[in-house]
Protein backbone atom coordinates (compact mmCIF):
# COMPACT_ATOMS: atom_id res chain seq x y z
CA UNK A 1 0.00 0.00 0.00
CA UNK A 2 0.96 3.53 -0.78
CA UNK A 3 -0.70 7.17 -0.48
CA UNK A 4 0.21 9.80 -2.72
CA UNK A 5 -0.99 13.37 -3.13
CA UNK A 6 -0.77 16.45 -5.78
CA UNK A 7 -2.10 19.44 -5.80
CA UNK A 8 -3.09 21.63 -8.48
CA UNK A 9 -3.20 25.48 -7.42
CA UNK A 10 -3.23 28.67 -8.77
CA UNK A 11 0.47 29.38 -7.69
CA UNK A 12 1.14 25.87 -8.54
CA UNK A 13 1.79 22.30 -7.98
CA UNK A 14 2.69 20.34 -5.20
CA UNK A 15 3.63 16.36 -5.11
CA UNK A 16 4.04 14.04 -2.11
CA UNK A 17 4.53 10.39 -1.52
CA UNK A 18 5.23 7.66 0.90
CA UNK A 19 7.99 5.13 0.11
CA UNK A 20 6.03 2.41 1.72
CA UNK A 21 4.89 -1.25 -0.07
CA UNK A 22 4.99 -3.68 2.02
CA UNK A 23 4.07 -4.11 5.69
CA UNK A 24 3.83 -6.21 8.32
CA UNK A 25 5.24 -7.58 11.67
CA UNK A 26 8.61 -8.84 10.15
CA UNK A 27 8.91 -6.90 6.68
CA UNK A 28 8.81 -3.39 5.40
CA UNK A 29 9.99 -2.62 2.35
CA UNK A 30 10.50 1.23 0.34
CA UNK A 31 10.67 1.97 -2.90
CA UNK A 32 10.76 5.69 -4.40
CA UNK A 33 6.96 6.59 -5.99
CA UNK A 34 7.70 10.19 -7.23
CA UNK A 35 9.70 10.22 -10.72
CA UNK A 36 10.15 13.75 -11.94
CA UNK A 37 11.82 14.90 -15.38
CA UNK A 38 12.71 18.43 -16.02
CA UNK A 39 14.13 20.23 -18.94
CA UNK A 40 14.94 23.52 -17.56
CA UNK A 41 13.57 26.15 -19.15
CA UNK A 42 10.61 23.81 -21.69
CA UNK A 43 9.16 21.31 -19.45
CA UNK A 44 8.91 19.91 -15.80
CA UNK A 45 6.86 16.40 -15.55
CA UNK A 46 6.29 14.70 -11.97
CA UNK A 47 4.69 11.00 -12.06
CA UNK A 48 3.58 9.91 -8.68
CA UNK A 49 2.80 5.50 -8.47
CA UNK A 50 0.67 3.28 -6.33
CA UNK A 51 -0.56 -0.05 -7.32
CA UNK A 52 1.60 -3.26 -8.50
CA UNK A 53 5.09 -1.85 -8.48
CA UNK A 54 6.29 -4.15 -11.10
CA UNK A 55 3.71 -2.59 -13.62
CA UNK A 56 4.18 0.69 -12.44
CA UNK A 57 8.02 0.46 -12.42
CA UNK A 58 7.88 -0.99 -15.83
CA UNK A 59 5.87 1.87 -17.33
CA UNK A 60 7.31 4.05 -16.33
CA UNK A 61 10.74 3.03 -17.85
CA UNK A 62 9.33 2.40 -20.63
CA UNK A 63 7.95 6.01 -21.03
CA UNK A 64 11.40 7.39 -20.42
CA UNK A 65 13.49 4.86 -22.32
CA UNK A 66 11.14 5.86 -25.41
CA UNK A 67 12.03 9.28 -24.67
CA UNK A 68 15.36 8.44 -25.70
CA UNK A 69 13.74 7.94 -29.55
CA UNK A 70 13.87 11.66 -30.68
CA UNK A 71 12.34 10.86 -33.91
CA UNK A 72 9.32 9.68 -32.01
CA UNK A 73 6.96 11.62 -29.90
CA UNK A 74 7.95 11.15 -26.33
CA UNK A 75 7.66 13.23 -22.91
CA UNK A 76 10.54 15.64 -24.28
CA UNK A 77 8.45 16.52 -27.15
CA UNK A 78 5.27 16.21 -26.16
CA UNK A 79 3.62 19.30 -26.57
CA UNK A 80 1.01 19.12 -23.57
CA UNK A 81 0.98 17.42 -20.18
CA UNK A 82 -1.86 16.04 -21.49
CA UNK A 83 0.02 14.35 -24.33
CA UNK A 84 2.57 12.90 -21.65
CA UNK A 85 -0.50 11.66 -19.89
CA UNK A 86 -1.48 9.84 -23.13
CA UNK A 87 1.84 8.26 -23.36
CA UNK A 88 2.09 7.07 -19.85
CA UNK A 89 -1.38 5.39 -20.63
CA UNK A 90 0.00 3.44 -23.82
CA UNK A 91 2.72 2.38 -22.06
CA UNK A 92 0.60 0.83 -19.16
CA UNK A 93 -1.54 -0.61 -21.47
CA UNK A 94 1.28 -2.73 -23.35
CA UNK A 95 3.04 -3.66 -19.60
CA UNK A 96 -0.27 -5.16 -18.74
CA UNK A 97 -0.95 -6.57 -21.85
CA UNK A 98 2.60 -8.10 -21.55
CA UNK A 99 2.85 -9.09 -18.14
CA UNK A 100 -1.25 -9.46 -16.98
CA UNK A 101 -1.78 -12.30 -17.92
CA UNK A 102 1.16 -14.40 -16.08
CA UNK A 103 1.25 -12.29 -12.82
CA UNK A 104 -2.74 -13.26 -12.52
CA UNK A 105 -1.75 -16.72 -13.11
CA UNK A 106 -0.50 -16.57 -9.37
CA UNK A 107 -3.24 -14.76 -7.98
CA UNK A 108 -1.02 -11.45 -8.11
CA UNK A 109 -2.86 -8.08 -8.51
CA UNK A 110 -1.95 -6.07 -11.07
CA UNK A 111 -3.73 -2.56 -10.28
CA UNK A 112 -1.89 0.47 -11.12
CA UNK A 113 -2.45 4.34 -10.72
CA UNK A 114 -0.68 7.39 -12.00
CA UNK A 115 -0.67 10.56 -11.37
CA UNK A 116 1.11 12.79 -13.57
CA UNK A 117 1.28 16.59 -13.26
CA UNK A 118 3.74 19.70 -14.35
CA UNK A 119 3.87 22.03 -17.02
CA UNK A 120 5.09 22.20 -20.67
CA UNK A 121 6.06 25.68 -22.32
CA UNK A 122 3.27 27.10 -24.38
CA UNK A 123 0.47 25.67 -22.08
CA UNK A 124 -0.50 26.25 -17.87
CA UNK A 125 0.37 23.74 -15.45
CA UNK A 126 -1.73 20.91 -15.41
CA UNK A 127 -2.62 17.84 -13.43
CA UNK A 128 -4.07 13.98 -13.84
CA UNK A 129 -5.00 11.03 -12.43
CA UNK A 130 -5.12 7.84 -14.27
CA UNK A 131 -6.98 4.91 -13.85
CA UNK A 132 -5.86 0.97 -13.92
CA UNK A 133 -7.14 0.92 -17.58
CA UNK A 134 -4.56 3.77 -18.66
CA UNK A 135 -8.07 6.49 -18.95
CA UNK A 136 -7.30 9.80 -17.08
CA UNK A 137 -9.41 12.71 -15.72
CA UNK A 138 -8.09 16.46 -15.04
CA UNK A 139 -8.12 18.65 -12.39
CA UNK A 140 -10.24 21.44 -12.15
CA UNK A 141 -10.62 24.86 -9.81
CA UNK A 142 -13.46 23.01 -8.38
CA UNK A 143 -11.19 19.60 -7.77
CA UNK A 144 -7.73 20.85 -7.46
CA UNK A 145 -6.05 17.85 -5.81
CA UNK A 146 -5.84 13.98 -6.60
CA UNK A 147 -4.86 11.33 -3.94
CA UNK A 148 -3.91 7.64 -4.89
CA UNK A 149 -3.26 4.32 -2.58
CA UNK A 150 -4.92 4.88 0.76
CA UNK A 151 -6.76 7.75 0.39
CA UNK A 152 -9.65 8.17 3.24
CA UNK A 153 -7.34 9.45 5.89
CA UNK A 154 -5.53 11.89 4.52
CA UNK A 155 -8.44 13.36 2.67
CA UNK A 156 -10.71 15.06 5.37
CA UNK A 157 -8.15 17.99 6.07
CA UNK A 158 -7.49 18.55 2.04
CA UNK A 159 -11.05 18.94 1.82
CA UNK A 160 -11.42 21.54 4.50
CA UNK A 161 -8.08 23.37 3.75
CA UNK A 162 -7.30 23.25 -0.27
CA UNK A 163 -8.67 25.74 -2.34
CA UNK A 164 -7.13 26.62 -5.93
CA UNK A 165 -6.36 29.85 -4.37
CA UNK A 166 -4.25 28.34 -0.99
CA UNK A 167 -0.73 29.53 -1.12
CA UNK A 168 2.08 26.85 -1.97
CA UNK A 169 3.58 27.10 2.06
CA UNK A 170 0.22 26.08 2.90
CA UNK A 171 -0.74 23.82 0.68
CA UNK A 172 2.40 21.88 1.83
CA UNK A 173 1.73 22.27 5.66
CA UNK A 174 -1.94 20.69 4.64
CA UNK A 175 0.12 17.77 2.87
CA UNK A 176 1.94 16.98 5.51
CA UNK A 177 -0.51 17.05 7.93
CA UNK A 178 -2.92 14.64 5.82
CA UNK A 179 0.25 11.97 5.74
CA UNK A 180 0.63 12.03 9.29
CA UNK A 181 -3.10 11.26 9.56
CA UNK A 182 -2.47 8.70 7.05
CA UNK A 183 0.29 7.00 9.20
CA UNK A 184 -1.39 7.22 12.26
CA UNK A 185 -4.15 5.34 10.77
CA UNK A 186 -2.88 2.79 8.37
CA UNK A 187 1.02 1.00 9.11
CA UNK A 188 1.08 0.49 5.78
CA UNK A 189 1.96 3.95 4.84
CA UNK A 190 5.04 5.04 6.26
CA UNK A 191 8.08 7.57 6.17
CA UNK A 192 9.83 8.13 4.08
CA UNK A 193 7.85 10.76 2.09
CA UNK A 194 8.67 12.73 -0.94
CA UNK A 195 7.63 16.32 -1.06
CA UNK A 196 8.29 18.30 -4.28
CA UNK A 197 6.45 21.43 -5.36
CA UNK A 198 6.63 23.37 -8.45
CA UNK A 199 6.19 27.17 -8.93
CA UNK A 200 3.88 27.93 -11.96
CA UNK A 201 6.13 29.16 -15.48
CA UNK A 202 8.92 28.36 -12.98
CA UNK A 203 10.62 25.26 -15.23
CA UNK A 204 12.34 24.12 -12.33
CA UNK A 205 11.12 22.06 -9.50
CA UNK A 206 11.64 23.61 -5.68
CA UNK A 207 11.54 22.34 -2.32
CA UNK A 208 12.46 19.21 -3.56
CA UNK A 209 12.11 17.17 0.14
CA UNK A 210 13.20 13.70 1.21
CA UNK A 211 11.76 13.28 4.44
CA UNK A 212 12.84 10.59 6.91
CA UNK A 213 12.08 10.05 10.82
CA UNK A 214 14.46 12.43 11.64
CA UNK A 215 13.06 15.12 10.09
CA UNK A 216 12.61 17.64 12.96
CA UNK A 217 9.96 19.90 10.66
CA UNK A 218 7.89 16.74 10.14
CA UNK A 219 7.85 15.42 13.62
CA UNK A 220 6.88 19.22 14.83
CA UNK A 221 4.13 19.57 12.57
CA UNK A 222 3.08 15.95 13.75
CA UNK A 223 2.69 16.99 17.32
CA UNK A 224 1.49 20.59 16.79
CA UNK A 225 -1.31 19.14 14.72
CA UNK A 226 -2.19 16.28 17.43
CA UNK A 227 -1.85 18.97 20.28
CA UNK A 228 -4.31 21.88 17.77
CA UNK A 229 -6.61 18.61 17.89
CA UNK A 230 -6.69 17.88 21.32
CA UNK A 231 -7.22 21.21 22.30
CA UNK A 232 -9.98 21.95 20.21
CA UNK A 233 -11.99 18.81 20.99
CA UNK A 234 -11.53 20.09 24.50
CA UNK A 235 -13.19 23.02 23.67
CA UNK A 236 -16.10 21.33 22.29
CA UNK A 237 -19.53 22.22 24.14
CA UNK A 238 -21.13 19.88 25.24
CA UNK A 239 -24.64 18.41 23.98
CA UNK A 240 -27.39 20.43 25.15
CA UNK A 241 -30.46 18.40 24.40
CA UNK A 242 -32.40 16.08 26.39
CA UNK A 243 -30.58 12.77 26.36
CA UNK A 244 -33.18 10.74 27.66
CA UNK A 245 -34.72 8.51 25.37
CA UNK A 246 -37.55 10.15 22.93
CA UNK A 247 -41.20 8.05 23.76
CA UNK A 248 -42.71 8.54 21.11
CA UNK A 249 -40.06 6.97 18.95
CA UNK A 250 -38.50 4.72 21.90
CA UNK A 251 -41.72 3.43 24.77
CA UNK A 252 -40.69 2.51 27.72
CA UNK A 253 -41.12 -1.72 28.01
CA UNK A 254 -40.94 -2.43 31.56
CA UNK A 255 -39.06 -5.83 32.70
CA UNK A 256 -40.75 -8.72 32.68
Not at 7 to 18: H, I
Not at 28 to 33: L, V
Not at 65 to 72: F, T
Request: charged share 20%.
Amino acid sequence: MTYCVALKLNAGLVFASDSRTNAGVDQIASFKKMRSFVNSGDRVIVILSSGNLSITQSAINLLEQRGRHKEVRNLWNAESVFDVAMLLGDCLREVRERDGPFLLKGTVKVGANFIVGGQVSGEPPRLFMMYDEGNFIEATEETPYFQIGETKYGKPIIDRVIQAETPLMDAIKCVLVSFDSTMRSNIAVGLPIDLACYTCDSFNLSRVHHITDSDSYFSQISQRWSEGLRGVFASLPDPDWDISPDTRDYPYIPPP
